[in-house]
């Protein structure tokens, strides 16, 4: 892999140099095929990871147990299940690769094929954990795993369909960055698909600042998912941070999220006396793309202070 670094030097007559220097990593095995070069391009990331000490991309294979499932809220469906004694308890957005088949109940829906056996693949999700604990009864690792339930999708279809004692499995872990979030005036802004992260942040609120929420749904009763949260020590002293802290929208085919955001927020910045120094937001990615161009300009962030993340893609 050909890496380039560019040095700009500026001097003291407002001369600039620039100095470009090339560096050539070994991959760890031959390229043969785009999934192999996937594989080693995380194999790469992780390796620099841990040597920055920093949480990366995991390709390892996990295994989950279905114990029970019902409703959170009108369309966000919950799976609870028992999960890897490796499993982190108290890390916000934490997300798994699912293979939607890994029951081996629908595979010939969820999959793509052509006519080479070798090509089959699974259709995977991204799912985050909603919230994870140690069960005091028999030391067992169990989880939540929100679906949000939209039409007729294969996500929401995989999960309906799952039994209790049915065995799922992940190919892959992605930690959420989060860790900006511990100090200053943080601004959190989410969708359905990442509802699990907000209220999971929520519950482990440490910062000594309360965050301003917005969080956008296209049902209305849907915001009952962050109003039965049991919300940390910190954000409980604060009797009334969701009556004053959380801002809902709604999605409509018409709404301008972007538009809808902004005007939010300068209402709230007319009526409180704040200054948003840490973001942390995703959401579909058109709507992220035009997001982060108007947050940047009106809130002067860095890159580092402002998480913007696509959770989904519209199809």
């Not at 052509?114 to 009864?137: E, F, M």
């Not at 910062?207 to 849907?222: E, F, G, M, Q, Y």
């Amino acid at each position: 892999m050909d890496v380039t670094t560019t040095n700009h030097n500026n001097g003291a007559l407002a001369n600039t140099t620039t100095l470009s220097s090339q560096y050539f990593i070994n991959f760890t095995a031959p390229i043969s095929e785009s999934m192999t070069l996937q594989e080693q391009y995380i194999t790469l990331l992780q390796t620099s990871a841990n040597k920055l000490g920093k949480r990366t991309i995991k390709l390892q294979e996990q295994h989950f147990t279905i114990l029970n499932s019902y409703y959170a809220s009108p369309n966000m469906y919950r799976l609870v299940v028992t999960a890897p004694d490796n499993t982190p308890l108290s890390h916000p957005g934490y997300a798994y690769l699912f293979e939607l088949d890994s029951d081996g109940s629908s595979a010939q829906k969820n999959h793509s094929r052509d006519h080479s056996k070798d090509s089959y693949k699974p259709l995977q999700r991204y799912y985050t954990l909603r919230k994870s604990w140690q069960d005091s009864s028999n030391s067992s690792v169990q989880a939540w795993i929100d679906v949000y339930i939209h039409g007729d999708t294969a996500g929401g279809s995989w999960a309906r369909a799952l039994d209790c004692g049915v065995q799922i499995k992940t190919v892959r872990e992605y930690p959420e960055k989060t860790e900006h979030l511990s100090e200053g005036q943080c601004l959190l802004i989410c969708d359905e698909t990442s509802l699990p992260t907000v209220a999971n942040l929520l519950e482990n609120w440490q910062n000594p600042l309360p965050p301003l929420v917005i969080a956008i749904t296209k049902d209305s009763d849907d915001i009952r998912y962050l109003h039965t949260l049991t919300l940390s020590h910190q954000l409980r002293h604060d009797s009334h941070f969701l009556q004053d802290n959380l801002c809902h929208l709604i999605n409509t085919p018409t709404t301008d999220i972007t538009e809808q955001i902004v005007a939010l927020l300068n209402t709230q910045f007319a009526r409180l006396p704040i200054k948003i120094g840490k973001v942390w937001g995703a959401l579909e990615a058109a709507d992220i793309k035009s997001l982060r161009q108007q947050l940047k300009s009106t809130l002067g962030l860095s890159r580092q202070d402002m998480v913007i993340k696509v959770y989904w893609r519209a199809q």
